[in-house]
């Protein structure tokens, strides 16, 4: 099939793009080589266990790169754009990490627990002010007012991303949670910053307005459903299959849809979960409750709904050629239609 | 004295600036207005507290005034960039305070201590996201091309701050320093962001080239004297007069340029610092001892020289009128040349 062909030549592409990036916090500087290889340790590749599982699937970048290219523009312009999504998404986690107290992420040891909360908040400082850097760089094949507006559309989003982890952190102690608390956290945590990758890549490509905010509805839609089905997985999904530790969801106190639309009902699956701690052992028995109370067709439905949103913005952006192509696979594939 | 009327314009000025940008950590949106007071807490102006000193001086907002004013522009024009430089400053010293794990700043218990580490974090970010944002507000009067200028000189220079800030950090447990380490962490913690204040004044009012680098450098050698001096009296100063708390610079460890002077110069001073903690009692006895060793006027020479530095660049850049008058003025009582 082409679709690898494309993405094949993205990927190692984008590694280099970010290798360059990140390579400036050491640049002329050999004092500051620990700050670069910390930064490298979180990127995947160096220390133990780097390598592919440690990087993650660069699906953002790829989002930026193929929303250029099947709006008619040439991918490798949004390189430096497409280097600055991962260095945000990936500042955030340093920083999610040091808040949620995690102690691994891709099967590894997370920053702060190898090398100090100190150094680990300021290296996603210094990522974050690379993420921006970067875009700086889009200045060589773009006119300064379209440089603005994608800095413009980052800034607003690295802002939702902070009010959402806001909200996420604030959650934490909080008992009188229902589904309207939901989508104002997943929309700043994960929906904002693929909304920007689409809508970055169609406007570096120079699309109408119309068709950018057709791309921008597509990437929002997108991460909504991905994360809804992300919370269905973390409560009823297979360990084996979706790689994540076979700490569910419940054990963790998670915030996710399926809980919010239980605490709302208000039935046995609520005041089980306001009593505390759930334990492991107790955990099939209230996943099952709470799939009895239409916790997970619930979230099944809102995770079709924003699937059908997010394919439907994508036809109505016209997305061109191979590239076109490619972003309705990797949505699916996102979205487990595809195994 | 006309020096307080224009300075006494610009205050309130910076003050609504600074309101009107932090305002948009809730805009539209109430469920985040604990992130909005947590901002407001650090900035000086709600909680316990609250006021003037709890604001600090906004020495680098009014530096990019005074600037472009010097240089020919109007100052009103720069007013976001003056709020980006504050908000900067204050993200850093957010996060500086976790890092360093400083219980109270300006006074009042830092933002960590009252709300937490998680969401300390996350209002840093937030308010570092907030800065960027503001310097797209100059799109308003100025060129997109000054515009993106003006961004990354201030986006290097945050850079700048983190690869200081790491050094810092990563100076806490080792003891081979020497006066070498020094600068590399000041000019990045402290001289850097001043530098940029005076160069982004001076390129939004349209200087040469030449005369933002004489601005440039006035900022620096500044910034550097600056910080000179704080270290001359963290350990030398009178309580009293500096306002800082009674904790001399030896109890806590600072890497400060006379310690370095000392540490290379291996004597008694560097003998005992070696050994450990210093304690409140002996406090005295080895300020003696490494001033006896030089260090005092080692210290006091490099401040002097790096002064006259500044003096000369703000003379090379010519600065005019009121705000010419102004800056030099500041300078010296920044300096403590002026009581």
Known sequence: MSKDNLIEKMLPAIENQLKIVVARSC???????????MMT??????GEGAGLAARGKRIRPLLVLLTTAASGGE????LPAAAAVEL????????????????????????????GIAQ?????????????????????????SIVLDTIGILQRTCLELTKGQYLDI??????????????????GKTAALLGACTKIGSKIAGAESQTSEHYFTFGISL???FQVQDDILGIWGDVAKTGKSSASDLITGKKSLPVLYGLERGDAFAKRWLQGPISAAKVYEIATQLEVEGGKSFAQEAAFKLTNQALNA??????????????LSLSEQLLGRQS
């Open 27 to 37: 640049e002329n500087d050999d004092n500051t080589r620990g700050l670069h290889d």
């Open 170 to 187: 604030s959650y934490e102690n909080r008992v009188d949670l229902s589904l309207a608390d939901y989508w104002p956290m997943i929309d």
């Open 88 to 115: 945000i998404h990936n500042f955030s986690l340093i920083h999610d990490d040091i808040e949620d107290q995690s102690f691994t992420r891709r099967g590894r040891p997370t920053l702060w627990t190898t090398h």
């Open 314 to 327: 994508l036809e109505a952006a016209k997305p061109r050629g191979e590239a076109g192509g490619m972003l």
């Open 41 to 46: 340790y979180q990127m995947g590749w160096s």
């Open 75 to 78: 991918w490798e312009i949004a």
């Open 120 to 144: 680990a908040i300021n290296t996603g400082d210094a990522m974050f002010t690379l993420a921006h850097l970067s875009m700086l760089d889009l200045e060589a094949f773009l006119p300064s």
């Open 223 to 225: 991460g909504k459903a």
